[in-house]
């Protein structure tokens, strides 16, 4: 039977520490909602999926001196039931990837006593750069965190050093998750950043060790050894027009008990000119194959994966023959239509295909836009249309149609 050594314990040991004549406690609330209505559309699968879910995170954070105490629980409840979650059994619908859930989402100890450095321990979350490689998977109800000791370093002006050590991954399958879709994967997990950033351009080197050591995700959520580099700037052109710019590298291997012998290459770039609430966008990423066999090619993992390669989620696995992402974007935001507050539109294209062997994979649209009905819910629409060219080059290659409805409210 599976041991999972959680940090947190760690860090409900750690508040004992705290001196009992310490400063005055401040507590803050935490009260997270989200209602979303999904419909899922896709060939070659024979219902549309229409789920309704709910979502609440719940807790406090309380501050003492140097010390802060977090304690957050997490709840997803299937409100309608016509879509199949990945857990329970219901094949006729797409997958909509939010089960029905309570569980603890973060509980963690921070200490900032420390000369310019920042301590944490406990299950927290983490999004690392723009995370393609670490985040929180914050699209899905169920959110990803890690348990795990985190230390931040600020010592030196603009630098900062990043360090994580996570022994387990708390994944958005609950508490309920089996088989390959595991509630939590145990393992001994290093992310580490290294970053200079000034008000113009910034750069990071990093480093990200995936341990996975649950039998059931070894050929699914591989482990991995991935390096690289990352860099952005921030250029203005005139008083009215910014030019942003951003640029990756790493190269990825097998690492610890991956059965996969591997080695691929990342690469991605973007350029965006805002002006006036306007951006436009242009760029790719190049997620590189080594032979074409499954799961040889560069996978991401613990990345936030719905923020990449389109909202319809096509490519949450990397296809064997790797992918090409060629994009364009545009938005706007509408200052001055007081009546909508924050409203904003944005619509993106994308161009699919693999690395080797030159499949044409798809084509998607997507487009998304949103605005405050007042200071705590933010209301927000979203659609994506993948059209298949390939008809089968990868698994999930079909025709696919999303539709989201979502209020959200903060307190």
């Known amino acids: 039977m599976k041991k999972i050594v959680y940090v947190s314990a760690v860090a409900a040991g750690l508040l004992s520490a705290i001196p009992a004549f310490?400063?005055?406690?401040?507590?803050?609330?935490?009260?997270?909602?989200?209602?979303?209505?999904?419909?899922?559309?896709?060939?070659?699968?024979?219902?549309?999926?229409?789920?309704?879910?709910?979502?609440?995170?719940?807790?406090?954070?309380?501050?003492?001196?140097?010390?802060?105490?977090?304690?957050?629980?997490?709840?997803?409840?299937?409100?309608?039931?016509?879509?199949?979650?990945?857990?329970n059994g219901k094949n006729n619908f797409p997958i909509v990837a939010d089960p029905q859930n309570i569980e603890l989402n973060r509980l963690l100890i921070q200490y900032s006593g420390l000369p310019k450095t920042v301590v944490t321990v406990g299950r927290q979350r983490i999004a690392l750069d723009d995370q393609r490689f670490v985040g929180n998977a914050g699209w899905r109800q169920n959110e990803q965190t890690f348990d795990a000791a985190r230390i931040e370093w600020t010592g030196i002006k603009d630098v900062k050093a990043d360090i994580t050590y996570a022994n387990a991954v708390r994944?958005?399958?609950?508490?309920?998750?089996?088989?390959?879709?595991?509630?939590?994967?145990?393992?001994?997990?290093?992310?580490?950043?290294?970053?200079?950033?000034?008000?113009?351009?910034?750069?990071?080197?990093?480093?990200?060790?995936?341990?996975?050591?649950?039998?059931?995700?070894?050929?699914?959520?591989?482990?991995?050894?991935?390096?690289?580099?990352?860099?952005?700037?921030?250029?203005?052109?005139?008083?009215?027009?910014?030019?942003?710019?951003?640029?990756?590298?790493?190269?990825?291997?097998?690492?610890?008990r991956n059965p996969n012998n591997y080695t691929a290459n990342y690469y991605a770039g973007e350029a965006a000119l805002d002006a006036k609430g306007f951006r436009l966008t242009s760029g790719f990423e190049v997620l590189g194959a080594d032979n074409g066999a499954a799961f040889t090619s560069f996978q991401t993992p613990l990345a936030s994966l719905h923020k990449f390669n389109g909202f319809a989620d096509k490519f949450l696995t990397t296809p064997p023959n790797g992918l090409r992402d060629y994009y364009l974007g545009a938005s706007y935001s509408f200052p001055h239509v007081t009546a909508l507050s924050g409203l904003n539109l944005a619509t993106s294209w994308h161009s699919f295909s693999s690395d080797r062997l030159g499949q044409k994979y798809g084509t998607e649209w997507d487009m998304v836009g949103g605005f405050k009905l007042n200071k705590q819910l933010n209301l927000i629409g979203k659609y994506a249309s993948y059209n298949s060219q390939g008809g089968g080059n990868f698994a999930g290659d079909a025709d696919t149609k999303k539709l989201w409805v979502e209020l959200d409210y903060t307190f």
């Open 171 to 256: 994944t958005i399958w609950g508490v309920n998750g089996f088989g390959f879709r595991q509630p939590a994967i145990d393992g001994n997990n290093v992310f580490a950043n290294l970053s200079y950033k000034n008000k113009v351009w910034g750069l990071t080197g990093f480093a990200y060790l995936v341990d996975q050591d649950e039998a059931a995700v070894q050929n699914f959520r591989e482990s991995s050894q991935t390096y690289g580099v990352r860099g952005t700037a921030a250029i203005p052109l005139n008083p009215v027009a910014k030019l942003n710019l951003a640029a990756s590298y790493a190269n990825q291997r097998d690492y610890h």
């Open 22 to 87: 310490a400063k005055p406690v401040q507590v803050k609330p935490i009260v997270e909602a989200r209602l979303r209505y999904e419909d899922d559309k896709q060939e070659g699968i024979k219902d549309t999926a229409n789920a309704v879910t709910m979502r609440v995170r719940a807790g406090a954070q309380a501050k003492t001196g140097h010390f802060l105490l977090l304690a957050e629980g997490e709840g997803t409840l299937g409100l309608a039931n016509g879509y199949n979650d990945g857990l």
